[in-house]
Each structure stands twice: as C-alpha cells, then as structure tokens.
C-alpha cells in the first residue's frame, strides 16, 4: 500500500498504473502534516490510522493494467489560410507533448528516415521508462528524437542514455516527482563519437548552440514526458520551481584525452578510453566555482583545491548534499594541478581528508549554534544554514563512504578563463552508465 500525502495522491495511482498495480491501496495525509503542530498531528493520524487498517486489510480485486502508449499516425487538418507548423505545434501542446517550444512533426518519413540511425529493431524494448514505467521501444524513442529536432546519427546516443534513465538506480520517478528543484537529468558523453557528432566539450559547454548537445538531452526530456508520463506540472510534477536546464543539460570529454591527462569520465566509471559512453544523473543544477585568489597571482594546485574545498564546504552547510556529485574543472585548472602532481585519484583524496575548512566551522560555531528536529543550525551573516548533525572541527566535506562511487571529477570547458563548477547530485536520485551500442 502507499500511504501519501494529498498532493501526491495523483502520482501514487499513476506510478502504481505503469507497475501493474492499479488495484493497490492509498492511505492519504494531508500535506500540511509536515508544519503540523502536536494537537493537528495527532488528529491527522486519528484520522488516518483506519484508512490504513482497512487498506492492509481489503481485499484486492482490481484487474492488473499497464500504460500504454502505442505509435499512431495522426492525419491532422488545417483551414484554408492556416500555417500548417503552427496548427501542429497547437495540437502538440494541446496533448502535452511539447516542453513549450516548437516540436518537428514526427511524419512517417521522418521516423523512417531517423531509424536508419540504428541497426536495432524498432519494436525492441529499451526500457520500461519512468515515472510511468512504460515500455520505450526504439520506435518511440525515434519519435521523440525526431521531434526534438536530433539527427540520425544522435539515435544511438539517445537510445543509451534512455536506458541508462531509466536504471532503477537512478531513481527517475523520484526525482521527477519531487518538491526540490526540477532540472534535466545531466548526460555526460565519452568516447570517439564526441569528435564524430561534434559535441560540445569546450566555450560554453552545456549551453545552447551546439545541435548534437542541444538535441540529445532534449529527446530524453521528451522521452520521459512523452512515453515516461511526466507530462504536467501540478500533476505527476511536484517541484516548486525548475530550472531551465531542464530542457537540456548535455557535456562531453574531449576525445581522445583531456587536459592534464586525467582520466576520462568513462574510464573513472571502469569503461576503456575507447568505448563510446553516456552517464545520466539528476542533479541540482550546476553551481559557479571561482578558485583563483587574484586574477593576476599564480595558485598552487594545493592552493586551487583548498579554494574548492572552501566552495564545497559552504554548500555543504547550505544543503548542497555533503559533495555527492560531480566537480568540474576547467583545462586552465587542470594543467595547474597536472604540473604539481595531481591526477583525478590525488584530487578526489585531498578533497576527501584535507579538503575541509575548520575555520569556517569555528566561525559558524563561535556565532551561536541551536538544535531543532535533530538538525543543527546556524546563523552567520543573516542566514540560516542547516547541518544534519554537529561534525567535529576535522569532519570532511565528502562522504567518505560513498566517494569512489558518488564523487566525480571532470574537465570540460574553455581553455582559457578559470571557473569551474560543481553539480550535485539529485537527493532523489543516483546514476548510470551504459556504453552506446551500435
């Protein structure tokens, strides 16, 4: 059974439709439980105690349904006089099929036409695509492919970051229902097909421009809404607010190293420098890092990641996940901490047990700190920042535990012009990678 709160309660049937439990019981909360005080709670669960009892108890006799969504062709009329592009992007947005900007009418021809971009069958199933869980063909994919305007050749880089979407590990249907920040999950692409399709890895990386970036995370955007259900905010879409990355949110490695000579994305995750590779994550967005002290002295790479760690350490207190993620520097940065001896494993263990600022701590520490629902809180230069539990001076900013496995380092970027920055990981979701067949 599923016990939700009443702005949740759409989501539950529809997540429970797409798994084949339509018949599956709801025990609803309103939602202000959570601002509730101790008299409104415990009449809230006064009241829904029983709803829970007779749904642990009732009898099951719904039949077992499946989303569907099957490819049809739609022969749509214009008047005389009637912009037959416009009269099409009216009925998209009308059935919700567009994320608000025009969409390529996906005519026989052209899903013909972007199918030769793969030699897989167009009734195999990729995926069974979140939050609905709905059977993602090849077939359906193309169609959104072809209405995010990619060309053929994206069809194999598409396919795999669907698939890679739709692993349960990244937690799709969570992180696209959640209350946080909505956002397009990130696609990092490696490998020689970076040089082939001309992506983007260098000026503006994950900024408009570039087709093959452009297009490729706005088919999978579409994927999700359009065969994964995530179709309508207020509805299955519960964030407060998104963020424009949501569009599209796609970067490359420059192929076949980058600068400093690090390791490629793909390669950190255990694939070989030469396989074609898309990782997908959830994110927060990505944050602005400036780790130069003057825009005119030299910086040590020591000096560069106690900056960063600096960055870190001030998310963290704010929220920012405890560094679960991924640190992006820029070549400028990456060839400082080349020359003094750093590569992506030496980086990722001084952020891990050198990378913290007991200074800040102390600072936040000497102002007063208050306990409140087991979180510690404190207020320094009129903010409030929120900390799960009281670290000691020496607690790092990285979780430890789950460093090698949640914490990435990567370069893309300019070549010139030092920032950097850090995108955190989605508290509702993980990742996955898959290598891009074909």
């Not at 009732?58 to 008047?79: G, L, S």
């Not at 102002?367 to 903010?383: Q, S």
């Not at 790092?396 to 010139?416: C, K, M, S, Y």
Request: charged share 20%; glycine share 10%; proline share 7%.
């Amino acid at each position: 059974m599923d016990i939700v709160t009443d702005r949740f309660e759409h989501e539950a049937h529809t997540r429970a439709i797409g798994l084949g439990l339509s018949g599956v019981a709801t025990a609803v909360v309103p939602s202000a439980a959570s601002q509730a005080d101790r008299e409104t709670l415990n009449a809230i669960v006064d009241e829904t105690m029983p709803k829970i009892v007779y749904a642990l108890t009732r009898p099951v006799t719904a039949a077992k349904m499946e989303r569907q969504f099957k490819p049809d062709v739609i022969d749509i009329k214009t008047k005389k006089g009637e912009d037959v592009l416009e009269t099409w992007y009216a009925y998209a947005m009308e059935h919700r099929w567009s994320d608000g900007f025009p969409v390529v009418p996906p005519t026989p021809d052209r899903v013909k036409a972007m199918l030769k971009g793969t030699r897989r069958n167009p009734d195999e199933i990729v995926a069974y695509v979140p939050p609905f869980f709905t059977k993602g063909t090849v077939e359906k994919i193309a169609i959104n492919a072809v209405m995010a305007g990619a060309k053929p050749e994206y069809l194999d880089v598409i396919i795999a970051a669907v698939e890679a979407a739709s692993d349960k590990k990244v937690m799709l249907d969570g992180s696209a229902a959640t209350t946080d920040p909505g956002n397009a999950p990130l696609i990092v692409i490696n490998g020689p097909i970076v040089k082939e399709l001309g992506l983007n890895y260098s000026w503006s990386v994950m900024g408009p421009g570039n087709r093959a970036n452009s297009t490729i995370g706005r088919a999978l955007s579409l994927c999700i809404r359009n065969i994964g259900g995530c179709d309508t905010p207020g509805g299955f879409q519960q964030h407060t607010y998104y963020l424009p990355a949501d569009y599209s949110m796609v970067l490359a490695q420059d192929y076949p190293k980058v600068e400093g000579d690090w390791d490629l994305m793909s390669v950190q995750l255990g694939f070989k420098p030469d396989q074609n590779v898309v990782f997908v994550m959830p994110t927060q967005g990505p944050i602005s890092i400036s780790p130069f002290d003057s825009p005119t002295q030299p910086i040590s790479g020591e000096g560069l990641l106690r900056n960063f760690g600096d960055a870190l350490a001030e998310l963290t207190l704010q929220g920012g996940g405890r560094g679960t993620g991924i640190i992006m520097f820029a070549p400028e940065h990456t060839r400082i901490l080349a020359n003094d001896g750093f590569t992506v494993a030496k980086v990722k263990d001084y952020l891990l047990h050198t990378g913290f600022r007991p200074d800040i701590y102390n600072e936040i520490k000497k102002n007063g700190l208050t306990t409140r629902g087991g979180r510690v809180r404190a207020r320094t230069m009129g903010l409030t920042r929120t900390m799960y539990w009281d670290p000691p001076v020496d607690y790092p900013i990285i979780n430890g535990e789950t460093a090698d496995t949640d914490l990435f380092v990567l370069v893309a970027g300019a070549p010139v012009g030092g920032h950097g920055c850090f995108i955190g990981k989605s508290s509702h979701g993980g990742w996955a990678a898959r290598e891009i067949k074909r």
